[in-house]
């Protein structure tokens, strides 16, 4: 299993905000910063969120990030029919000396 | 504009070495602030990081994959090259390679379209 965890489903209505949890340790999440991917099938992950809570350019202001203690969150509003695809946390871990990227979420917009 | 390209076998035997390509473009690996990554993803599952290569030819290995990688660059032909010994089916996944950046912190930020590895007899 992944060493930081991730729910495997979220779902939401057009319009509507979903958020997707990123669950890790100290040796982690704790004390370094969280990156966020989204994914479409058969396609390379797209960096939405780096640093905790900064977008690249491009990405639109409906994505947004946050992190409180050993947990980050991906935050989605106004979700549109677009927006569905994978979302992976990811986040260098000190007593590992790794990247690690959680298990993934699938997002389903309904 | 940063762009990446992975080459390299679509199918290997076990045991066997695999050698992949990132060309690239858009940028110059120089300097501790930029580094090409390797990630691979098995399919259905989620993205494992193998490898950093800096520009000021600092390497960094996932440790559990640390004894069969090995990254060089080619900055004449601005590449990257990973090998990886002993393959089995386990490893079958598609490879990325990414521009990697301390700037900001902003991490992985462009990545390759991918080459899908089988490994098969």
């Known amino acids: 299993h992944s060493v930081v965890s991730q729910p495997p489903s979220a779902s939401g209505t057009p319009g509507q905000r979903v958020t997707i949890s990123c669950s890790g340790t100290?040796?982690?999440?704790?004390?370094?910063?969280v990156y966020w991917f989204q994914q479409f099938p058969g396609t390379a992950p797209k960096l939405v969120i780096y640093?905790?809570?900064q977008r690249p350019s491009g990405v639109p202001d409906r994505f947004s990030g946050s992190k409180s203690g050993t947990s980050a969150s991906l935050t989605i509003s106004g979700l549109r029919s677009e927006d569905e695809a994978d979302y992976y946390c990811?986040?260098?871990?000190?007593?590992?000396?790794?990247?690690?990227f959680g298990g993934g979420t699938k997002l389903t917009v309904l | 504009q940063i762009t990446l390209k992975e080459s390299g076998p679509t199918l290997v035997k076990p045991t066997q070495t695999l050698t992949l390509t990132c060309t690239f473009s858009?940028?110059?690996?120089?300097?501790?602030?930029?580094?090409v990554a390797w990630v691979r993803q098995p399919p259905g599952k989620a993205p494992e990081w193998l490898t950093l290569?800096?520009?000021?030819?600092?390497?960094r290995y996932s440790p559990p994959l640390k004894r069969r990688l090995y990254v060089r660059k080619d900055t004449s032909k601005s590449q990257v090259v990973l090998t990886m010994s002993d393959m089995d089916p386990v490893d079958t996944a598609t490879y990325y390679c990414?521009?990697?950046?301390?700037?900001?912190?902003?991490?992985?930020?462009?990545w390759g379209q991918g080459t899908m590895v089988t490994v098969s007899s």
């Open positions: 990414a521009h990697y950046s301390t700037s900001n912190d902003i991490g992985f930020d462009i």
């Open positions: 858009g940028f110059s690996l120089t300097g501790s602030g930029v580094a």
């Open positions: 290569h800096y520009g000021d030819d600092d390497k």
């Open positions: 100290s040796s982690n999440i704790g004390y370094r910063f």
């Open positions: 640093r905790n809570n």
């Open positions: 990811a986040v260098w871990d000190d007593s590992l000396s790794d990247w690690v």
